[in-house]
């Protein structure tokens, strides 16, 4: 069983930076593929970033707008998102996930964190 912790969400005003971090116990990532989804108060759950296990290839979701930067520690066993030029239409649940499959789609994902709030002030 994996499990995944996310840490450094906050209360940011727009424009400004946040670096996410997922830390995985139980299991080790490097043979997972790993990503970021969000969700926004009564919205489905959107794509952020993936990270591909065998390359550290990486996708981006339209929502990033070449702002986010997904990364990989296979050493420490997190997985981070750094976050800049926040807008206040990021706020949201940003939760870690993990699998075998290099999917966009989060079912596809059967490893995921509780969630970190993010929320970002005009």
């Known amino acids: 069983q994996m499990l995944l912790v996310e840490s450094g969400g906050g209360l940011v005003q727009a424009g400004g930076s946040l670096r996410l971090s997922c830390l995985a116990t139980?299991?080790?990532?490097?043979?997972?593929?790993m990503g970021w989804f969000r969700q926004a108060p009564g919205k489905e759950l959107e794509l952020v970033a993936l990270?591909?296990?065998?390359?550290?290839?990486?996708v981006y979701g339209d929502v990033t707008q070449g702002r986010f930067t997904i990364s990989r520690d296979n050493a420490k066993n997190t997985v981070d998102l750094q976050m800049s030029n926040l807008k206040p239409e990021d706020t949201a649940l940003y939760l870690c996930?993990?699998?075998?499959?290099?999917?966009?789609?989060?079912?596809?994902?059967?490893?995921w964190g509780q969630g970190i709030q993010v929320t970002v002030s005009s």
């Open positions: 139980g299991r080790a990532i490097n043979y997972y593929n």
């Open positions: 990270i591909r296990y065998i390359d550290d290839g990486t």
């Open positions: 996930a993990a699998g075998s499959q290099f999917s966009t789609k989060a079912e596809h994902y059967p490893y």
